[in-house]
């Protein structure tokens, strides 16, 4: 399954906003491996030494960030959930988010 067809099941709005954290992700981290998930119904961003880092999901009326080792990287504004991992919502694109976003990528990655 590619990037498009995974988007082509959402919303005009919900892929639109999937494609452009995609592409932000993608640009800001030339470090990675992308994959796609069918499964786990997302795309993931993979780093040669720390692993699956971060994953984009696009979900019913939204798109969520999730940082697979999220209870490692402390407190972060827009940071939500209580197991492993930790996401970020995004309902459109949001500045504030999105910065929250990069520096959550740099803590994970230690730089």
Do not use: C, K, N
């Amino acid at each position: 399954m590619t990037i498009d067809e995974l988007l082509a099941e959402h919303s005009e709005d919900v892929a639109d906003l999937a494609s452009r954290l995609l592409i932000h992700l993608a640009d800001a981290a030339d470090w990675v491996d992308t994959r796609v998930w069918p499964g786990w119904h997302g795309v993931g961003f993979h780093h040669a030494d720390a692993g699956y880092v971060v994953g984009v999901f696009p979900r019913r009326d939204h798109v969520q960030v999730l940082f697979e080792h999220g209870h490692l990287l402390g407190d972060a504004p827009f940071l939500r959930g209580s197991g492993q991992t930790r996401t970020i919502d995004f309902t459109d694109w949001d500045e504030a988010r999105l910065a929250a976003v990069d520096d959550l990528i740099d803590r994970a990655l230690g730089t």
